[in-house]
């Protein structure tokens, strides 16, 4: 589904990935690790670009308006699938069926009554549940993530990256901690320096081998 | 963007408050429309507007020295009055912790340029006395004001290392160097202010460019007002190129020189003028009861339906101003509408520079002299000012925004518009006291507000009329400056930098 073959990538002058070679078939989880500044999130926009549209993103920052409400936000997920004109309606009153779908969403992310506020009254940790909805609402089979539970607190983040990877077939997440990626994926492709420097199946490798990545060592 | 202020109850987004606050101007313009002395005086004025467009495009001078002339008269006066009142603008800025300096610098700014000059005409007549402080006393408040915002935001690292030296110390050594490029760029856009203004004056008899724009227009030609206006609009775009910093003292030896003659100040005569003719006669004998009869009765006559008129055109004005800002940016952001812009930085940079007035004395001849052309005046200036600076912003924040934004019609309305929302409400509010200050003024045109009344007023030599209106305009001025200030707080708009 998504392929790259010796792939690189340049931001301004720094090199940013290295020679990355990686093929990724339907069905895959797939777990990003490694220190900050590895490349994780420019592998993750590589590889998104090669299916935009059939892809849920959910990206690390700025990923929602401000001063829309919650509802708006989510509901932004669903702008392709409607009308111009549906949707500006709805920019104005939201549709009663679209809001009982994404209140239906708001509630499995435990943010049911935060739904006609906006995200610049909600704390680090809601906020991110607002993106993780936008994401949810665009209905697809792919799920892209970029440190998608970093600001909530471990068991709640355990517990929801368990849900939204159980709505898709197929995904890949760029993500802080070995035992997230150990407990929830299929395959956990390690990158250092812009390049990857292991790609296990998530039955074949160690906590500790993992964590090594972080300290520097393979 | 804070949490804690008064319309962020719970259950409702800040997008929702903000609308709630716009619609409440929206329906205050509608009730003003009500009020405001709106006509169509002329019935066909195509035929009008097809003479001025063909002037436009046929621009002819006949007397080039005397064009000269007037652009040496032009920048003269704009460059004096900015190098005197930047240098009093920072020295007042200094000690802005003092309420009385607040205050003072409120009162100087609240008086428009035209206002001052009309004031000082009746003493010092046409000269170069009268342009030099019709301008530079009102920018001597803004400079003070906007200085002591610019030096406030500094960060205090620096003159926290200077132990105890004394406060034009701490200044000259800290806060001044720290802040000089932002302390020059507003110099130099105040500079572009001071050019507007400058011809402007024209409008009321002084020898800049605006002088020979009115006459030109007032004689129906429009080839020469044409002339006049393109080369207006080419000394403002080309500022950066002749005011080169390194000739800035050039310059102002040169603008000395140039100036008109400068009358001898009459000492007994200015005093004459500031303490009698400025007063009503009851008040000078002493007689509190008459005065007080006097002012209620010029209150009642001049004052309430020039107040009213005044409102009615800022009101309607400022919502003008801010659907033609959120019309026209979208389609000068690169990010909304690709790189083929119908509207570029270039026009809405024209839009701009063309002082209001100017614009409504065109919409005059076209539409006749009603609110109208002031209305029309000020909404495509203003709006073509914030909707330059909404586009640069748009543009500025593309590289931020997240891959999978939506396209089209959808980028605007659901992502670019409501995160430009809160600069654009904080723009327009701090344009409020400017278009209420412009909108008073414009009444030299003939339109029915507040500088309508002053003009008769010393024009029927009625000075102590013309200055109870001045200073009328100039507290309901202040007022709708704090007035703004407050609405921009409690909606947690920050302070924009223009």
């Given amino acids: 589904m ?71 936000n989510i509901y932004m997920g669903a702008l392709s699938r409607f009308g111009t004109f549906y949707n500006l309606l709805n920019l104005i009153r939201p549709w009663p069926a679209r809001r009982q779908e994404v209140s239906t969403i708001a509630a499995q992310l435990g943010i049911a009554d935060k739904l006609m506020t906006s995200p610049d009254q909600l704390s680090g940790g809601q906020r991110q549940r607002v993106a993780l909805g936008r994401a949810l609402y665009r209905k697809q089979n792919v799920f892209f993530g970029d440190e998608p539970v970093s600001s909530l607190d471990p068991a709640q983040g355990d517990a929801l990256l368990g849900d939204v990877l159980s709505q898709h077939s197929t995904a890949v997440v760029a993500i802080h901690s070995p035992e997230l990626a150990l407990k929830h994926f299929t395959r956990i492709i390690a990158l250092q320096n812009g390049r990857i420097v292991g790609d296990w199946s998530a039955s074949s490798v160690s906590l500790a081998q993992l964590s090594a990545i972080y300290s520097g060592g393979q | 963007m804070t949490t804690d202020t008064a319309h962020h109850r719970a259950g409702r987004s800040t997008a929702s408050g903000l609308v709630r606050l716009s619609t409440g101007f929206i329906v205050v313009a509608l009730l003003a429309l009500m009020i405001a002395d709106i006509h169509l005086y002329r019935p066909d004025p195509w035929q009008e507007l097809g003479r001025i467009g063909l002037g436009l495009v046929t621009p002819t001078w006949p007397d080039i020295p005397e064009l000269a002339l007037a652009v040496g008269h032009t920048v003269a006066f704009a460059l004096l009055a900015v190098a005197v009142s930047a240098g009093l603008g920072l020295l007042l800025a200094m000690w802005f912790h003092w309420r009385w300096v607040r205050v003072l610098a409120a009162a100087i700014r609240s008086v428009h340029e035209v206002f001052w000059g009309l004031l000082f005409m009746q003493v010092w007549g046409l000269s170069a006395t009268t342009g030099l402080l019709a301008i530079l006393i009102p920018f001597t408040g803004i400079f003070a004001k906007v200085f002591a915002d610019i030096l406030q935001q500094q960060r205090p690292h620096t003159v926290q290392t200077f132990g105890a030296a004394s406060r034009i110390n701490r200044y000259a050594y800290g806060w001044i160097p720290k802040a000089w490029p932002e302390l020059l760029s507003y110099v130099r856009y105040r500079f572009e202010c001071a050019l507007r203004s400058s011809a402007i004056l024209g409008f009321i008899g002084l020898p800049t460019l605006g002088f020979h724009l009115e006459t030109a227009f007032r004689q129906g030609q429009y080839s020469e007002a044409a002339a006049v206006l393109w080369v207006f609009l080419l000394l403002i775009a080309s500022v950066r190129l002749w005011l080169r910093p390194r000739l800035v003292p050039l310059f102002i030896v040169a603008a000395i020189w140039i100036l008109p003659e400068m009358p001898p100040v009459n000492a007994s005569f200015f005093w004459q003028f500031i303490s009698q003719d400025l007063w009503p006669k009851a008040l000078q004998r002493g007689d509190i009861i008459a005065t007080g009869q006097w002012y209620a009765k010029v209150f009642m006559s001049d004052v309430w339906p020039a107040l009213w008129q005044t409102l009615a055109v800022t009101q309607i004005a400022l919502v003008v101003s801010g659907v033609l800002a959120l019309l026209y940016y979208p389609f000068a952001s690169r990010w909304l509408v690709g790189s083929v812009r119908p509207l570029g930085r270039f026009k809405l940079l024209v839009l701009r520079s063309v002082p209001e007035l100017m614009l409504a004395y065109v919409f005059m001849l076209i539409f006749g002299p009603s609110a109208l052309p002031a209305i029309l005046a000020l909404g495509i200036h203003n709006g073509g000012l914030i909707a330059f600076l909404l586009a640069n912003n748009s543009e500025d924040s593309s590289h931020t925004q997240r891959p999978d934004s939506p396209t089209g019609a959808m980028r605007f309305f659901y992502q670019d518009l409501p995160q430009r929302y809160p600069a654009f409400l904080a723009l327009l509010f701090y344009r409020w006291e400017v278009i209420m200050r412009e909108s008073a003024m414009m009444g030299v045109l003939g339109i029915a507000t507040l500088g309508f009344y002053v003009d008769s007023a010393f024009e029927e030599i009625r000075f102590d009329k013309a200055f109870f209106l001045i200073v009328m305009a100039a507290i309901l001025n202040i007022v709708i400056d704090s007035l703004s200030r407050r609405l921009r707080k409690r909606a947690g708009l920050r302070t924009p930098l223009m």
């Fill in chain 1, 2 to 72: 998504f392929s790259l073959s010796q792939a690189s990538l340049n931001h301004g002058k720094q090199r940013v990935l290295h020679d990355i070679s990686v093929s990724i078939s339907e069905g895959e989880k797939v777990a990003l690790i490694g220190p900050s500044g590895a490349g994780k999130s420019s592998l993750l926009s590589l590889l998104w670009e090669q299916h935009p549209a059939d892809i849920a993103l959910c990206p690390q920052d700025n990923a929602l308006v401000d001063i829309l409400s919650v509802y708006q």
